[in-house]
Structures are given as C-alpha cells and as structure tokens.
C-alpha cells in the first residue's frame, strides 16, 4: 500500500531551505510504483522533485510533490575503450562522479561537486569547467505521465542547449526521467583542463581524472557555499550570450568587460561580472542575499522566503538590463 504523506515540508528538500508545504508528498523509491502513484492521484496537481537543488520555491504546492528517490548504478556494456553505465534518476549527481572515478572511468570528472540528482542532470544539460552533461549522455528512459508509457530519448532527441533541453521547452512537464545511460572512457582518458583554474590548481600533478575531480571541487569549495551552511541554490543565473557586435559596443562603454567564446558569431559573458560590477556582491537585504565570494550566487542567510530572493533577483535583473542592455536569465527554476 501506498504511503502518501499530507500536509508536508519541503525545507529538507530543497537547498534553499525554503518553508514551503505540499498537500501530498510522496518518495518513490521504486519506478515499478509510478502508475499506482499517478492512477491514486489522478486528476491532482502534479510536481517532480529531485535533490532540490536548481529551484526556488515561492508559495505552498496545492498538490503531489513525487520525489525520485530511486537507487542503482550498472554498467550495461563495456568495451576496451568505453563502458555503457545506466544510473536511476534519484541518485546523488557527486556520488555517482565519485563512483566514476573510483571505477576509473572518465568523462564527468570536470562536473565534481554539482549538486542535485542524475535524473535533474540533463534537463537542466548541467555544466562546469569547460564540460557539458551532453558530451557523455548516451540516452535516457522516461515516463510519460498522459499515456503512462516509457519513452527512450537519444542525445539528439534531448536537443541539449546551454543549461538547456527538450525537457525544459517542449516536453516540459510531460515525462519524468527515470533512468539516464552514460558513455565513459576507460584508460586512457580523454581529458579537459582548458580552464585556467583547474591548470593552475593541479600545479605539477600529472592530469588524472582524480587529480582534476580533485581540482575541481578545491575550487567550488573556495568560492560557493556549502548549501548544508548557507540555503544556495548554486549559479542563479545563467552567462548571456550575447552578439559579437553587441559586444563590440558594450566594450567601448565598458573596456574591462570580460567574454568567452560562444557559437559563431556570438559571445558569452559572465553574469557574476555584471552583478559584481553592479555593485550587488554581499549585499544583503534581510535574510536574503548574494554570496560574498561568487556574485552568481544568491542565499538565504536563515529564514528568507522565495519572494524575498525572488525579489532580490528581480532587483539585479532590472539593474543588468538599465546598465547594460543584458537580460538575466534565471538558471533556477521558480515555482
């Protein structure tokens, strides 16, 4: 028998730390029980939540809130060269890098320390260190929650963009991710240390796919906060792109403006550049805040509600496109 919880919490559940209550709340440890769930609750107000940690809640859920709490990491098929690994979506996103590089398979070792679940990881395509979800990601089984049918999706069919895929435009809250099935490499390991704070954090250490993992999380430790410490939700905006003539004009007001390479034609800019230079970094309005070390990161200091974050935000988006022309785009989703 099903065991459907009323009237819970979600603080615990997600990494701002944000009281907010659902009506149900259900954590479903086994995918063989999602039909049953959804007949039960047919006709409620639906909402799938991983580990929590890309969104920021806003008011109370009138409705299902079904957690992917399913376990289980296999490899399917190995070769000389690759391995074949499908893991269940309610997995720890770090623990499974962590399990990569103990079976010293390469791939995901630039992502350490992303938090969230492997089934949240490629609607959101996560991304770090000059590495993508997408350059691993085999396929992915999904549950269509109209037809109660599994789908299988291919990378293509994912259509991954930057922080984005076909979960969050077209087929946005119509399938719950299960399962995702990766490709890693088996030694040698192709590896990425093109970002400068990685090649200067492995010093003379030979690049190991543990000797970057290890990079990279020295690195994320050193400049975002613990969500255990202080309620984050990681970057909260995504990096623009903007065009290379935008740029170009932008560069004349603003010669001190960094970019990165982008599409053909295009440039990326940083976003915690802009909110640092609009003078945000630290600030603090009540519970509220942005990170004194990573201007891309906005924190509940103790009991700040969403709106108040929320309305954080919005002050810095406003702020970005009076001064620069740039529009902020949320990475974390609202609900």
Excluded at 95 to 113: D, K, P, Y
Excluded at 139 to 149: D, H, P
Excluded at 193 to 198: E, F, M, Q, R, T
Aim: glycine fraction near 8%; charge should be positive.
């Amino acid at each position: 028998m099903l065991k459907i919880e009323e009237n819970v919490s979600l603080k615990k559940y997600n990494t701002f730390g944000i009281d907010i209550q659902t009506k149900k709340f259900y954590a479903l440890s086994s995918s063989e029980s999602l039909k049953e769930v959804l007949i039960e609750n047919k006709g409620i107000p639906l909402r799938i939540l991983g580990g929590g940690s890309n969104l920021l809640f806003t008011k109370n859920f009138q409705g299902l809130t079904l957690q992917i709490a399913t376990k289980g990491i296999e490899i399917i098929k190995k070769t000389s060269e690759k391995a074949l690994v499908e893991v269940q979506a309610g997995e720890n996103w770090h623990e499974f890098v962590l399990w990569s590089l103990s079976n010293n398979l390469g791939g995901i070792e630039n992502l350490a320390l992303i938090p969230g679940s492997v089934g949240a990881a490629p609607i959101q395509n996560i991304g770090a260190y000059g590495v993508e979800l997408k350059s691993v990601f085999h396929s992915c089984k999904a549950f269509e929650i109209t037809t109660r049918k599994i789908h299988n999706f291919s990378n293509d069919e994912c259509q991954f963009g930057y922080r984005d895929s076909v979960f969050k435009k077209k087929l946005k809250g119509k399938f719950i991710i299960l399962s995702v099935c990766f490709t890693l490499q088996q030694f040698p390991h192709s590896i990425n240390i093109s970002y400068g704070a990685i090649h200067s954090q492995l010093a003379n250490k030979i690049a190991t796919i543990q000797n970057i993992a290890e990079a990279v999380i020295s690195i994320r430790l050193s400049k975002l906060p613990n969500p255990k410490q202080i309620g984050n939700s990681g970057s909260f905006f995504k990096n623009p792109i903007i065009t290379l003539n935008n740029f170009k004009k932008l560069q004349q007001l603003f010669p001190k403006i960094p970019q990165y390479p982008s599409k053909e034609g295009f440039v990326k800019i940083p976003a915690g550049w802009i909110i640092e230079s609009l003078g945000f970094k630290g600030m603090r309005e009540g519970d509220a805040g942005v990170h004194e070390k990573q201007a891309l990161v906005l924190v509940n200091y103790g009991t700040a509600s969403g709106n108040e974050i929320l309305a954080l935000s919005n002050k810095i988006q406003k702020a970005a496109l009076d001064k620069f022309g740039i529009s902020l785009e949320t990475e974390v989703n609202i609900l």
